[in-house]
């Protein structure tokens, strides 16, 4: 699945809505707006049959009341959508879809013939360059927002794992200032002792100094 796909479908969602209102237009001139996906690849794990591929969001609370019957979004997973028999206008839209830019013109198959179908591909077969390069430029916006997002998830990772190699080094630091803090204690109390012996001895020498002077006596 493509990258923050469901902020995608909010953000356009919210710009094709806000797109109604021009500067000192009123709220009450803002119309319910759809905005339908038609996804290459999944958007949902499958988990309700063949025909778990059509979903439709609004905006509600938990017990179900809606906020505004002004949001419609509309996701249809392609990839899920398996038939070789068309049995509705669904189906055969859902199919022109998937198979629309393989089909002959000139030979179309029996499900394509009807008057929406054939205009329908009149349509697709006729696409203007200005058009193509209107959603080829539409779709570079769309990578290189993907392509920002995932710089920015990648610089975060970069960073947090800088913050913790300097927390590991700033814990060898203080694990080297213990040491060195344990190795001057033992090296002073080593100097204490010494000192200690240095006078014991001291006063030991003075003591057969003067047992000598008091035996010459």
């Known amino acids: 699945m493509f990258v923050h796909l469901t902020s995608r479908i909010l953000y356009n969602w919210a710009d094709l809505y806000r797109q109604q209102l021009g500067q000192g237009d ?61 049995h509705n206008d669904r189906e055969r839209w859902l199919k022109f879809f998937i198979e629309g830019e393989r089909l002959n013109d000139r030979a179309l198959p029996s499900w394509m013939q009807t008057r929406e179908m054939k205009q329908a591909m009149n349509t697709l077969t006729e696409f203007s360059d200005k058009q193509h390069r209107y959603h080829a430029y539409q779709a570079r916006l769309d990578y290189l927002r993907q392509q920002r997002s995932i710089e920015q998830e990648l610089d975060e990772a970069r960073q947090a794992e800088e913050a913790a190699i300097q927390a590991k080094e700033a814990e060898r630091r203080a694990k080297d200032a213990a040491i060195q803090e344990k190795e001057a204690e033992r090296q002073a109390k080593e100097a204490a002792i010494q000192e200690k012996e240095a006078a014991l001895a001291e006063v030991e020498r003075l003591r057969v100094l003067l047992d000598g002077h008091d035996a010459g006596s």
């Not at 906020?67 to 979004?73: E, F, M």
């Open 26 to 86: 009123g709220y009450s001139q803002l119309q319910p707006s759809w905005s339908i996906w038609l996804l290459d690849e999944p958007l949902f794990a499958k988990s309700g049959g063949d025909r778990d591929y059509l979903h439709t969001f609004c905006i509600q609370d938990d017990s179900g009341r809606k906020l505004s019957d002004h949001c419609h979004i509309t996701t249809v997973e392609l990839s899920k959508f398996v038939s070789e028999t068309v």
